[in-house]
């Protein structure tokens, strides 16, 4: 008996992607989602079911799950769809996976580890590019260095743009400040409370500190209990940024976040970008892990755009949860499959590692 699937914001740039990688694999998923002109119409383009239903009630999220084997979240913001999803999943026994990137997502999952594992539901958000190749990377480097109590990631999109979900989902994380892990513990600290000169591949570059789902989930999978996540920025830029963090308080108005993600939505023309325009693009991983005597492990590498990333790691969870038997429970994407999945991914260079 062929197991079903259901992909929930189906409507979406990057779940475009996530069907058309389905399809290539024979997998046809339901569509499903909150804007019933928008399912319809793809559901009937591809001959697929679909159905209809918001997240406001958990009778209903629960009617609609019941038959469902394995649910694919592609809805952001993830703050806002992913505790519903993941607590009707439970009762109805279904797996769940997304594409989140964000952190209090990762938390509120890990949280329901017993629960899942009591239900033999498989938990696991994040299984695209956040955060499988960082959260891949991660655990192969504290393999290589098991002591390590420090760990430092980067990366960066090299001629690529967000989708309109990732840049509204960007303008309210921005509210929230930066987080780090400091001993164990994520801590709320300022953007850019840190800098850092980091080399992936392209000579030294400024980076500064961001709020990334990995402060989460590589604790989760690696046990490191200091983490800081960093993106490449000019060091004009991370002063730029420090001048104006008094200022971000002004972004935790609703009005002020609505009218951003309009001007933002004007910007980025069908949502994202074309096939074309992915193929030019591509993604840098770095990361580095350090113990307390001062010796480190580090490796980057380059995969394809973060889309074609996402939309095939999506498949690929589904498939394996699809085909496979799994102990349930929470998983980050390292523990479910294994760090080996990085060199699967679309445009992976392979990694050069280096150790001092």
């Not at 949502?271 to 991983?285: F, L, P, Y």
């Not at 949860?321 to 929470?330: A, H």
Request: aromatic share 10%.
């Amino acid at each position: 008996m062929s197991k079903k699937i259901m992909l929930y914001g189906a409507n979406g740039y990057t779940s475009r992607l996530i069907i058309k990688e389905l399809v290539g694999q024979n997998i046809k998923p339901v569509l499903a989602g909150r804007n019933q002109e928008k399912i319809n119409s793809l559901a009937d383009k591809h001959g697929f079911q679909f159905c209809i239903f918001s997240l406001n009630d958990s009778d209903d999220i629960d009617k609609n799950l019941k038959e469902v084997d394995i649910l694919i979240n592609a809805a952001g913001p993830y703050s806002l769809t992913a505790k519903p999803l993941i607590d009707s999943c439970l009762r109805t026994k279904t797996h769940y996976i997304d594409i989140t990137g964000e952190i209090d997502v990762f938390v509120y999952a890990q949280s329901k580890h017993k629960d899942a594992k009591e239900a033999g539901v498989v938990v696991c958000p994040g299984v695209g590019f956040d955060v499988i190749p960082t959260d891949c990377l991660s655990y192969m480097l504290k393999d290589k260095l098991p002591d390590a109590n420090e760990l430092n990631i980067c990366f960066f999109s090299e001629n690529g743009r967000p989708s309109i979900g990732t840049a509204k989902t960007s303008i309210e994380g921005l509210s929230k400040g930066g987080r780090i892990r400091k001993d164990g513990k994520i801590e709320p600290v300022s953007l850019a409370h840190a800098v850092k000169e980091i080399d992936y591949g392209q000579g030294p570059k400024m980076a500064m500190s961001i709020p990334w789902g990995d402060v989460a989930t590589a604790f989760f999978s690696t046990g490191i209990p200091n983490i800081i996540v960093y993106i490449p920025r000019s060091l004009k830029g991370i002063n730029k940024i420090k001048k104006q963090r008094k200022w971000l308080f002004i972004l935790k108005l609703k009005f002020v976040q609505n009218y951003l993600k309009n001007k933002m939505q004007k910007k980025i023309i069908n949502g994202g970008d074309s096939d074309e325009q992915r193929a030019k693009s591509k993604m840098w991983v770095w990361a580095e892990v350090k113990n307390k005597e001062g010796k480190t492990e580090s490796g980057y590498f380059q995969v394809g755009n973060g889309y074609d990333v996402t939309g095939y790691g999506a498949m690929l969870f589904a498939k394996n949860i699809m085909e496979n038997t799994f102990t349930g429970g929470y998983y980050t994407p390292s523990l479910l499959l294994g760090p080996s999945i990085v060199e699967t991914l679309p445009g992976f260079s392979g990694i050069k590692f280096s150790n001092s």
